[in-house]
């Protein structure tokens, strides 16, 4: 059964930080795995899709990298900003997300 | 705007009543899905239809009954629910089951009293 984590749980940085988010999976054999972010009590927007066959995904300041092999995902936010303040999520096809890492970035 | 429109947005509820949760998607997709987003907890896919037919029901009580009408519409009906089942309600898009990106609603915020 795939089990997708997300490392930290909870992060504050301050306005003009690059920043890394993490996210692991324990089964290598994905079709595709997606970021999101949500602001509280909204739905899940979607940041980035990288297919199994990619190995990274950008927009603008966001890049997202995937290494099947290792069974790891990162999401890199340059130059952070306080609308950035929000919890990112992952999600490993459409059946396994992880629990999120709530960022806050302080003007 | 995602394309995906939930309603009604919030939804209170007693442990008697029967309600339903409406998703719409106006992308032309042909898989629908409904999870939940309970407190402190990760997302868990509830149901998944694909071309109008359900093609994943993850254990779900039979409190919670899906009906997908056409590839455009997706409801959640709602009976005789517990208190534990109050959450928000996501419903999600995308092109074909398992292998798309993921469009998703507002959401749904129910509680059951």
């Known amino acids: 059964k795939q089990e997708v984590t997300q490392i930290p749980a909870a992060l504050s940085v301050p306005e003009g930080e690059n920043l890394v988010l993490n996210c692991s999976f324990t089964d290598s054999a994905i079709y595709n795995l997606q970021w999101f972010r949500q602001d509280p009590g909204k739905g899940l927007t979607s940041l980035l899709l990288?297919?199994?066959?990619?190995r990274e995904q950008t927009s603008g300041r966001l890049n997202a990298s995937l290494d099947k092999s290792s069974g790891r995902s990162t999401l890199y936010i340059a130059a952070s900003q306080p609308g950035d303040s929000a919890t990112y999520l992952c999600a490993v096809g459409d059946m396994r997300f992880g629990a999120g890492t709530r960022l806050t970035v302080k003007p | 705007e995602t394309g995906v429109t939930q309603t009604p947005r919030h939804l209170v509820m007693g442990m008697t009543n029967k309600k339903s949760l409406k998703c719409e998607q106006h992308l032309g997709h042909n898989a629908m899905y409904w999870y939940k987003q309970s407190a402190k907890k990760p997302l868990e896919l509830m149901f998944v239809?694909?071309?109008?037919?359900?093609?994943e029901n993850n254990s779900v009580p039979s409190r919670f009954s899906p009906e997908c009408p056409n590839s455009s519409h997706l409801f959640l009906h709602l009976h005789t629910l517990q208190p534990e089942d109050s959450a928000l309600y996501l419903c999600?898009?995308?092109?074909?089951?398992?292998?798309?990106?993921?469009?998703f609603g507002e959401g749904s915020r129910l509680t059951v009293l």
């Open positions: 999600a898009s995308s092109h074909y089951a398992g292998t798309g990106e993921l469009f």
């Open positions: 239809y694909n071309f109008k037919e359900q093609t």
């Open positions: 990288i297919q199994s066959s990619q």
